[in-house]
Every structure is written in C-alpha cells, then in structure tokens.
C-alpha cells in the first residue's frame, strides 16, 4: 500500500467491509481475546456499517460440516443478507469472494476474522498481492488461537502493508464530524450498546447532564428512600 493510501481516511464511500468465519467453531479456538468481548466487537462494527450504508461480505467456511453458523447477532444486522460459503481457509480462493469485492469497486477493504493467524492472514496477503487492495485489519473484531498467534499474524500483516486498526476506530472514522447529523444518532446508539464504559458515560451524559429519559424499553419507578428504626443495644 502507497503512502498516499494510508493517509487517505476511511469513508463510508472509499471503503468496504468482510467478516471471515465469525462461526462457532472458529470462536472456540480463540484465546486472544475474551470471547464475549469478541462478538460485542464484532457486532458493532457490522452495525457501523450498516449505518454507514458500506458494502458488506459475509464469508464462510464448513459451516455444516464442521465449523456452525455465523453469529445470530451478526447476521441479524443484515437481514436476507447472503453468506459465501467456502471450502479453503483463504477466503481468496472462492471466486464468489473475489467477484462480491470487485462488485463493491472499493480497493479499501476493512476486515475482521477468525483466526487471525490463518484465514486473517492469507487472504490479507492475497488480497493485496493478486486484487491490489489496500488491507486495514479489526484486531479486535479478530482473534488467533493464542495472544502470541494473534500478534504475530499482525505484525507479519503490517510488515506487508496491512494497517491495523480496531472497531470502534472505524465507526468514528467513518462518522469523523459529528456535525454529520445524518448519522450522528444511530453512531451514540452503537457506542452506547457496545463501548463499554465509554457507552456507560455516554448514559449518564444524556440522562444527568442533558436529562434526557433512561435509555429503557419500558420506565421504571424509583422510591424514595424509606429509614428503618435503627435499634441500639
């Protein structure tokens, strides 16, 4: 990748998304990343897209033979939403991969999967080597079988260009202003959802500074404290 591509920011207009084999399976090996933390990362980073309105793949592999489906939670961000299915560990060997990207006609491709150390790593290489695209890798949407196996495929990605990036780097990136009022409302959803304590300050921001409602499907009463008669012995 040029020097001039990785100063280019990405948009929702430059770039495109893959999840890779966010199946059961895959997720059991994982040790790189708690693995609820994982999906939490994962989801979030599919309904930034969907915001966003950038092109998304799906890939698979084995699933009915070995490896299960892919996240519910995942899939459910894109209902009716195609999955590539796949027999090799690079998902560039499927050619319905290499035509779904090339449809997309955005050389910016954002990727998240399991392992990182395997399927992460060669499509990455091929991606850039055979397709000329410009690879920035979630590594927190992505895990290895252990932190040494995850780290290492990171870097040996970064020493071909791959630049590293993790979730919620791309929602703001994409957002970048949050004067874009137009997405401004779904991202602080997103955030609020699936940040963590940055989602919890969000939370008190509206509700104790802004005193906006509690961010509730339905109210809840708060009594009033009531004081028991304290008995001294």
């Not at 000329?132 to 071909?160: N, P």
């Amino acid at each position: 990748m040029s020097t001039q591509a990785k100063l280019e920011v990405l948009t929702p207009r430059n770039s495109q998304l893959i999840f890779i084999d966010h199946q059961p399976q895959m997720a059991f090996g994982v040790q790189s990343i708690d693995r609820q933390t994982l999906k939490n990362n994962t989801v979030g980073l599919a309904k930034a897209a969907k915001i966003f309105d950038v092109p998304t793949t799906i890939t698979t592999v084995e699933s009915q033979s070995f490896s299960g489906f892919t996240y519910p939670e995942l899939l459910d961000v894109f209902p009716g939403k195609q999955v590539l299915e796949r027999s090799s560990m690079n998902s560039w060997d499927d050619q319905k991969v290499r035509d779904a990207l090339a449809a997309n006609g955005r050389k910016k491709v954002v990727v998240a999967g399991l392992w990182t150390e395997v399927c992460n790593t060669t499509f990455a290489l091929c991606a850039m080597l055979e397709g000329d695209y410009q690879i920035y890798m979630v590594t927190d949407a992505s895990g290895g079988t252990s932190k040494e196996a995850h780290d290492m495929a990171i870097m040996r990605m970064v020493q071909a260009g791959v630049v590293p990036v993790t979730w919620q780097q791309v929602l703001l990136e994409w957002q970048r202003d949050w004067n874009n009022r137009g997405t401004y409302d779904a991202v602080m959803a997103v955030a609020k959802e699936h940040s963590g304590a940055y989602g919890m300050g969000v939370d008190y921001a509206y509700t104790m500074v802004h005193k906006s409602a509690q961010r509730t499907q339905t109210p809840h009463e708060a009594l009033a404290p009531v004081h028991a008669p304290v008995i001294e012995r």
